[in-house]
């Protein structure tokens, strides 16, 4: 009975119960997961949505970031269950599964930690004028924030740390940061690979966003088999590896994660909201922070949507003539009035030994030259946006995800590049859903038939040549 009284219990859509440590019946001095749970850092989550405008197109969709670190954290106590045994014939030296629970359980309640409103929509339109990312700003708030914290943390649903083993908050913040390309790092070996949990090919990040969001769109209730994809992944010498008999399953996530960027991300409406938002941005930003979110920490925790969108709603009738015009867009925008529109669009796949970035749609300045100057000449000024909105379906060669993951040859017993297999190699390596925005849709005829002509061209090297 003691043991259920330092334990609750969190209901969940996509993965039922979900338990993590109460402060009851604790140790004087040890903290609970439910303290940080608690902590204003990660309840704030609870006002950033995790599908950062997609929610203004879906209806239904209006989960959190919230509910997502909680799911990913139950996610990270189902790979270590799977997956801790064959780490430690790898890596002798991996600390206890506690620790290596503990430690996986809460990057996995932190990894957004750091995320502003809108998401990823913030990094580029505001942290990015500072050199930072949500990542960077999460892993401070854990290093300086949440550490004194993190180090009392001694057990989870599952068990206790060690004796001798005090959590790493510096780990924590290793494992919820992506590996820069290229670069060496003196880290564990077994903390390496850990790190393939949450930025290789599928992590209990992606997994837990693919289920939910797909389930909260109305796209599906059962976007893939996670069961499977789970029981057939093991660590080898190279690395996270999976069995050929789990590679449909893998597939078959890899193809429904991008389904979701074609249907729902990248949604045409979604991003012409994103668009106009970051228009606003561009003006709003001075407003709403007085700096550098790390200097300014304390406001920055308090900055959320909800904070934003009720302190815009208001601008309107502000003092201030600059700022009450603002407030008058904030206001046009709130209502869901949507400056772009969608005069055509072409989705561009590339395929595994293309070269994406010698296409005319590798960037949006390329994609905009080329495509003026295609247009008659009394439309080459027309006011347009240009989105070539981006999705990978598995890391190339030089991105910082590559190399994490390996298959199984059951036949041989040789652990093999995912690259091996005929199912594996028929998945693009990227594509772009390329977008022309207009005013209004009275040349959406001229628009559609310059696109095409670049469709059929392509190359940046016909646009520099013009």
């Not at 309840?43 to 909680?70: D, G, I, K, M, N």
């Not at 206790?160 to 494992?175: K, N, R, V």
């Not at 249907?263 to 045409?268: A, G, L, Q, V």
């Amino acid at each position: 009975m003691r043991y259920f009284r330092s334990e609750s219990l969190s209901h969940d859509p996509i993965h039922g119960y979900i338990p993590f440590t109460s402060t009851a019946g604790l140790p004087e001095g040890e903290v609970a997961e439910q303290q940080i749970i608690d902590h204003p850092w990660v309840q704030r989550l609870r006002q950033v949505h995790q599908l950062q405008t997609a929610w203004y197109v879906f209806p239904s969709a209006e989960h959190t970031r919230f509910q997502h670190v909680l799911g990913v954290m139950h996610l990270a106590s189902r790979a270590v269950e799977k997956l801790y045994d064959s780490l430690r014939e790898v890596c002798p030296d991996l600390p206890s599964r506690a620790y290596v629970e503990s430690l996986m359980r809460m990057a996995a309640l932190l990894h957004d930690v750091g995320h502003g409103p809108f998401g990823h929509f913030f990094d580029q339109h505001f942290l990015a004028d500072y050199g930072l990312n949500h990542e960077i700003l999460g892993a401070h708030i854990i290093r300086h924030e949440l550490g004194p914290l993190l180090r009392r943390i001694r057990r989870n649903p599952k068990g206790c740390l060690a004796d001798g083993e005090t959590l790493d908050p510096e780990q924590i913040a290793i494992l919820i940061t992506r590996p820069k390309d290229g670069a060496t790092e003196d880290l564990p070996r077994w903390l390496r690979l850990l790190r393939s949990l949450f930025s290789g090919l599928y992590t209990v990040d992606n997994m837990d966003f693919v289920l939910r969001d797909a389930y909260m769109s109305g796209y599906s209730q059962r976007a893939f088999d996670l069961d499977r994809l789970l029981h057939y992944s093991v660590f080898t010498p190279r690395g996270l590896t999976i069995h050929e008999r789990g590679l449909s399953a893998l597939v078959r996530f890899i193809g429904v994660r991008a389904e979701l960027f074609r249907t729902i991300y990248f949604h045409r409406t979604v991003r012409a909201i994103d668009l106009t938002l970051a228009e606003l941005f561009l003006d709003s930003k001075r407003y709403l922070l007085p700096g550098n979110p790390l200097e300014h920490l304390d406001e920055y925790q308090r900055l959320t949507e909800w904070s934003l969108l009720v302190r815009v709603a208001d601008w309107h009738s502000a003092e201030d003539p600059a700022l009450r015009e603002l407030g008058g867009r904030w206001r046009d925008f709130l209502a869901r009035k949507i400056r772009w529109k969608m005069a055509c669009e072409r989705t561009v796949f590339f395929k595994p030994g293309e070269t994406e970035q010698t296409s005319v749609f590798s960037n949006e300045r390329l994609f905009e030259a080329a495509l003026r100057s295609q247009l008659p000449p009394a439309l080459r000024d027309l006011p347009l946006k240009f989105d070539p909105a981006r999705h990978v379906h598995r890391p190339g060669a030089h991105t910082p995800a590559a190399g994490q993951n390996f298959l199984f040859d059951s036949v041989t017993g040789q652990i093999r590049k995912l690259d091996d297999r005929e199912l594996f190699r028929q998945i693009p390596q990227s594509y772009r859903v390329c977008r022309i925005y207009a005013l209004d849709n009275r040349h959406n005829v001229e628009l559609s038939a310059a696109m095409d002509k670049l469709v059929a061209t392509g190359s940046a090297d016909d646009v520099t040549n013009m």
